[in-house]
């Protein structure tokens, strides 16, 4: 079997500025944030990132990466919207290619197919057909003549997603409820990345978990990096919950620019192994915070 | 707790009951149903007069019965995997009945969650359309606004996210042929499309709130019958599994109050 395994620096030096990038998960779970943070410090711009959204959009519009978001939805899933990505959309600095979300399956289900379009009901009537003037209908060919909705194959050059298990050759395995639409962005994608929380030998997979969990075939991998806490700040379960502190903390400074900027440099202008021990300290210091207030408040009580 | 009613119930209250009358007679569907009082409102419904309604565990499952608001996922029972790829296989099949949420709805039953403004480069970026529009193309759906207002309710939204009835009419015989925009249920009362143009009409307004009130508070002309019933009374049992079981610690009183 080959060995797929590779760094965050070398999976970002695969993709090139313009491309459009396929990111796995779905809103404020189970997200490839590592990747994403690694491409925020990279020299990337112009890309079209094609997304169930949620703070991988916000982050990558805030840094002025994306020239085009494709996307059902941005949300960071606790809290409603992500601030960047409202941001961009309501100053104009990013265009919007916004579906249904099942349309957005089936586009991507008919790149993995290699067919052109699937027929759906879904957008006819809506604002959807309005501001994606590129769609077309197609009439069935049989008795019922139903004239339907074509959703147009998205083709993605990367893809990228975030599993808890994979072994070297690529294999991946979803621990969580929800494999999402993972492997369909993979199915879609010319070049095609998984990070993991934990890279396992094969024979270990049936120990963490049933055979339907081992939903990512190494057919659809090209790539495979272990990044531990890769997903954080959204939900990895079972590995970890979404981690809601951080994200009210991101969602709070991005109200302000010079909160955001002490923000980018604690969190995100260092690297991967940076990023991990800059959140354990600050979670650290809520703790001790929460402490401090917890111990006034009882000694308030006594006197 | 306080009341709006000389009858000790409360107006969150009576929108628990409006939104359980959404999943009357549903028999075997999903029910699927954002904000507390629909969430409430589908477990009462599923607890009486609805027992064969599915609830979802608000994650990647099907639960059995209808537990209390908050009740630890470790607790639940599950019986079905409903992962979201599957979700939209029963969206499609047409067995579920819904009720979303709507930053604006207007007089022929069109919602809109995407954005506030010009799409183009909105005033106000709202989540998007999400499943909205295959959603109403497919099966029941209806509506709850917590904050029935000129804003809410508008003559003609601003980005179609759900599909209302003359809208669909227009796409044609494959966009009509599983449509069907139940209710809206607000805080002030409850709406819905039987009308000879399919327009909104009034349907009941909640003890409390007259009939000039829902009007000043709609930015659109309202079809309103020369009788306009209240909504009705939980009985005893409803109301003591409303406020005893499904919702104890009151939290349908944190998004209506009075």
Same mark, same amino acid.
């Given at each position: 079997m080959a060995d797929k395994r590779s760094t965050l620096d070398e999976l970002v030096g695969e993709l090139r500025s313009g491309m459009t990038v396929g990111i796995g998960g779905w809103g404020s779970r189970r997200k490839p944030m590592a990747a994403v943070r690694t491409i925020l410090r990279s020299d990337l711009d112009d890309l079209t990132i094609v997304s169930y959204g949620g703070p991988d959009v916000g982050l990558l519009c805030a840094s002025g990466k994306v020239s085009r978001v494709v996307f059902p939805f941005v949300t960071l899933d606790s809290i409603p919207t992500d601030p960047h990505f409202k941001a961009a959309r309501q100053t104009g600095s990013v265009a919007a290619t916004e579906y249904d979300e099942g349309m957005f399956y089936l586009g991507l289900l008919a790149a993995s197919q290699r067919i052109p379009f699937l027929p !759906?009901?879904?957008? *006819?009537?809506?604002?959807?057909?309005?501001?994606?003037?590129?769609?077309?209908?197609?009439t069935s060919p049989y008795d019922d003549g139903e004239e339907l909705v074509a959703m147009p194959a998205l083709h993605l050059d990367a893809a990228i997603i975030h599993v808890n298990r994979a072994d070297a050759a690529g294999s991946g395995q979803i621990l969580?409820?929800?494999?999402?639409?993972?492997?369909?962005?993979?199915?879609?994608?010319?070049?095609?990345?998984? !990070?993991?929380?934990? *890279?396992i030998p094969t024979e270990q997979f049936a120990s963490e978990g049933p055979l339907q969990t081992m939903n990512i075939s190494r057919l659809l991998t090209d790539l495979v990096v272990e990044t531990p806490g890769g997903a954080h700040f959204t939900a990895c379960v079972p590995d970890y919950g979404r981690d809601e502190a951080f994200q009210k903390e991101y969602v709070a400074a991005a109200g302000d620019p010079d909160a955001w900027s002490a923000f980018r440099q604690r969190f995100l202008d260092v690297d991967e192994e940076g990023y991990q021990s800059a959140v354990r300290e600050a979670s650290e210091e809520l703790a001790a915070r929460k402490r401090a207030e917890r111990a006034a408040k009882a000694a308030g009580e006594a006197s | 707790m306080t009341t709006t009613s000389d009858t000790g119930v409360t107006r969150a209250e009576f929108c628990v009951i409006a939104c359980a009358e959404v999943f009357r007679d549903d028999?075997?569907?999903m029910a699927s149903a954002f904000g507390t009082a629909p969430a409430i409102g589908s477990r009462l419904a599923q607890r009486t007069f609805s027992p064969d309604l599915v609830l979802t565990d608000g994650d990647a499952a099907l639960m059995v019965g209808a537990p209390a608001l908050g009740t630890p996922t470790d607790s639940l029972v599950l019986?079905?995997?409903?992962p979201y790829r599957k979700v939209f296989d029963v969206v499609w099949s047409g067995r579920r009945n819904l009720i979303m949420m709507a930053?604006?709805?207007?007089?022929?039953?069109?919602?809109?969650i995407s954005a506030i403004g010009p799409w183009a480069q909105p005033k106000a970026q709202l989540v998007g359309v999400r499943g909205a529009p295959g959603n109403t193309l497919n099966h029941p759906t209806s509506y709850w606004v917590p904050n029935h207002s000129t804003r809410s309710f508008v003559e003609q939204v601003d980005v179609v996210s759900g599909v209302g009835y003359q809208r669909a009419a227009a796409a044609g015989p494959a966009a009509t042929r599983f449509h069907a925009i139940g209710r809206v249920v607000s805080n002030l009362g409850v709406f819905d499309f039987e009308t000879p143009d399919r327009t909104m009409r009034l349907r009941s307004v909640h003890p409390g709130v007259t009939v000039d009130e829902v009007a000043a508070a709609t930015g659109f002309e309202l079809v309103v019958p020369d009788q306009v019933p209240e909504t009705r009374l939980p009985t005893p049992e409803e109301l003591s599994l409303i406020r005893d079981v499904l919702d104890p610690r009151g939290l349908r009183d944190r998004e209506v109050s009075g």
């Open positions: !759906t009901r879904a957008g *006819l009537g809506s604002a959807v057909l309005e501001v994606n003037p590129q769609l077309r209908t197609v969580g409820p929800d494999p999402f639409f993972d492997e369909l962005y993979l199915g879609a994608a010319e070049r095609r990345f998984v !990070t993991t929380e934990r *890279l | 028999g075997e569907v019986e079905s995997h409903m930053s604006q709805i207007d007089r022929t039953g069109n919602q809109n």
